[in-house]
């Protein structure tokens, strides 16, 4: 039996390591996924599975340790860059830059909370209760990124002693983190006096007044002199309208119009619009007439339908919706763009990104030829490109190390493994087309390579954080890591909330997912999910998830090299 002693007990073996991390990480997800009152911590019980492994004595060599540590957070940090860059600078409307404003706000909120805990309640001469307050507040928010920017920081702080286990703040904090933002959110219901059932009739009567959901179907002579030698496109541009012109006659034969189609007063064309917009284009073109030209029968292999219809031609890398002229040219409009998951506002200046999945709308025969300009193949999709991943770690890895000296700091400031990286995966997966480097990966590919770097980090800094976990949280200051992280959680939702609904009337659910996304909590996102009918609360959480991710991390950097050194 000495040799299945030895597989656990023997640290420098390969072997050893690979149950210690395959016990600790199926541990942690297993029990993450036990639920108490409808809300589990998910795989973020892997930390607490690598501190109970740890403070047993079953840990692993530091250097080995370390090195999974760091290779995991620069995984995940990078998939997170290459899922969000698409979108990072496309959420930025006009409702979205309020969005990501009171996101910003409420980052501000909890890094302010953080310092004045830590004046009001620690001593501020122990330079160990600053970072540990920093593991509180990434415990408090629900985000794993910045524990791993700050620990990864306070590498080259504390270069020449003991870096402090903030880990052990960020276990403290977490479980009341995730219950303190439902709980808190749910708080600005009654706060503001909101109804969910008004708060849903505002979110229909919206949806109602939709021009994509509801098309009107028209023939029109053209009696307007304005419009004779008019090309189909000028048309657009006067009536500042979506109108599809499916057919014209005109001399005698019907054809279908295109961008560069001219119009002559006498002419009938099948107009396709929004039913409000259907006066205004009449009083502008001419009346509707009963066009005998227009058969029964084409009208039936010609119905409106809506698609969804994936980009996997590499032709349409980084092209611009505005400029393929959908609504002109193919006769559709684009309602809706999905990427990784996240649903993205269609504005004419979307760059497209092969793997996106977009809703057309519009006759069954032009969507039809819009799928073959897209590709619309899932086969295409199916081969990952690994290339791209790597090439992106080496660079961000680069980018990352590059030393910054700021008078005044005691180490040089660095991106380092979570900034650099981060940055880069960003950066070319919103302008990686430019050198015809493809970044897609499937949504569930995208999330396996995640999860694995997730996994490895939060074990490594579980078992690292173990040996010490009794002495800094049960026989020290936990319950004051507990408390401050339960303030560092609730007073900034309660107060950037507020504002949101009594000044902004954002929607209850927007707001929901705005929280959601600004503290990176995917449980708050699913809460919203279940007790909304539309998807609002996605919405809200994708249009400030990337800033919000970004920032998490880069303040986490910059609080330790500015403070804590």
């Given at each position: 039996m000495?040799?299945?002693?030895?597989?656990?007990?023997?640290?420098?073996?390969?072997?050893?390591?690979?149950?210690?991390?395959?016990?600790?990480?199926?541990?942690?997800?297993?029990?993450?996924?036990?639920?108490?009152?409808?809300?589990?911590?998910?795989?973020t019980f892997v930390l607490f599975a690598g501190i109970l492994a740890g403070h047993f004595?079953?840990?692993?060599?530091?250097?080995?340790?370390?090195f999974l540590q760091d290779f995991g957070l620069i995984l995940?940090?990078?998939?997170?860059?290459?899922?969000?860059?698409?979108?990072?600078?496309?959420?930025?409307?006009?409702?979205?830059?309020?969005?990501?404003?009171?996101s910003i706000v409420a980052i501000l909120l909890n890094i302010g909370m953080m310092f004045g805990c830590y004046y009001l309640f620690f001593d501020t001469t122990d330079p160990v209760n600053l970072p540990m307050m920093v593991g509180t507040l990434y415990g408090a928010v629900t985000n794993t990124p910045g524990l791993g920017a700050a620990n990864e920081a306070l590498e080259s702080v504390f270069a020449n002693g003991e870096v402090p286990a903030i880990a052990s703040g960020y276990a403290c904090a977490y479980p009341l983190g995730v219950l303190g933002i439902i709980g808190a959110t749910l708080a600005i219901k009654y706060i503001c006096g909101i109804s969910f059932e008004k708060e849903e009739e505002r979110l229909q009567a919206k949806e109602d007044k939709n021009p994509h959901e509801k098309p009107h179907f028209m023939t029109l002579r053209v009696q307007n002199e304005f419009i004779a030698g008019r090309k189909l496109v000028?048309?657009?541009?006067?009536?500042?309208?979506?109108?599809?012109?499916?057919r014209l006659y005109h001399d005698g034969h019907v054809s279908t119009p295109n961008r560069d189609t001219t119009f002559e007063v006498g002419d009938e064309v099948f107009i396709v619009c929004a039913s409000d917009d259907a006066e205004a284009i009449k009083s502008f073109i001419g009346p509707e007439v009963k066009a005998s030209w227009v058969e029964q029968k084409e009208k039936e292999v010609q119905p409106m339908v809506s698609r969804r219809i994936v980009v996997t031609s590499s032709k349409m890398n980084g092209k611009t919706l505005g400029k393929m002229h959908f609504s002109s040219v193919y006769g559709v409009n684009i309602t809706r763009i999905t990427r990784q998951g996240m649903e993205i506002f269609a504005s004419r200046n979307h760059h497209f990104h092969v793997g996106d999945r977009i809703m057309v709308v519009g006759p069954e025969e032009n969507v039809n030829r819009v799928a073959e300009l897209m590709g619309n193949s899932e086969r295409h999709l199916n081969a990952p490109n690994i290339a791209t991943i790597f090439v992106?770690?080496?660079?961000?890895?680069?980018?990352?190390?590059?030393?910054?000296?700021?008078?005044?700091?005691?180490?040089?400031?660095?991106?380092?493994?979570?900034?650099?990286?981060?940055?880069?995966?960003?950066?070319?997966?919103?302008?990686?087309?430019?050198?015809?480097?493809?970044?897609?990966?499937?949504?569930?590919?995208?999330?396996?390579?995640r999860e694995i770097g997730l996994v490895l980090f939060l074990a490594s800094v579980g078992i690292k954080a173990g040996a010490g976990f009794w002495d800094t949280v049960i026989a020290g200051d936990g319950l004051k890591y507990v408390g401050t992280g339960f303030l560092i959680t609730i007073i900034p939702i309660l107060i950037v909330g507020t504002i949101a609904r009594m000044k902004y009337n954002f929607n209850y659910f927007t707001i929901m997912g705005m929280i959601a996304g600004t503290y990176t909590d995917p449980p708050a996102l699913a809460y919203a999910n279940n007790i909304c009918s539309h998807d609002t609360p996605a919405i809200g959480y994708s249009t400030v998830y990337p800033l919000s991710m970004f920032l998490r991390i880069f303040t986490a950097q910059i609080i330790v090299l500015f403070f804590c050194g």
């Open positions: 000495d040799w299945l002693i030895n597989l656990f007990t023997v640290q420098d073996s390969i072997a050893h390591i690979v149950i210690l991390y395959s016990i600790v990480i199926a541990l942690g997800v297993y029990l993450g996924k036990i639920k108490v009152g409808g809300i589990s911590l998910g795989v004595g079953f840990t692993g060599p530091l250097p080995t340790l370390n995940f940090v990078f998939m997170i860059g290459l899922q969000v860059g698409p979108g990072f600078f496309e959420n930025f409307g006009r409702a979205g830059i309020k969005l990501n404003m009171l000028q048309l657009n541009e006067f009536l500042k309208r979506d109108i599809v012109c499916t992106g770690i080496i660079v961000g890895i680069i980018f990352g190390s590059l030393p910054l000296a700021i008078p005044g700091i005691p180490a040089p400031l660095k991106l380092g493994l979570a900034g650099g990286p981060l940055i880069i995966a960003i950066l070319i997966g919103r302008f990686g087309y430019r050198m015809k480097l493809v970044t897609y990966t499937t949504t569930s590919a995208n999330m396996m390579l």
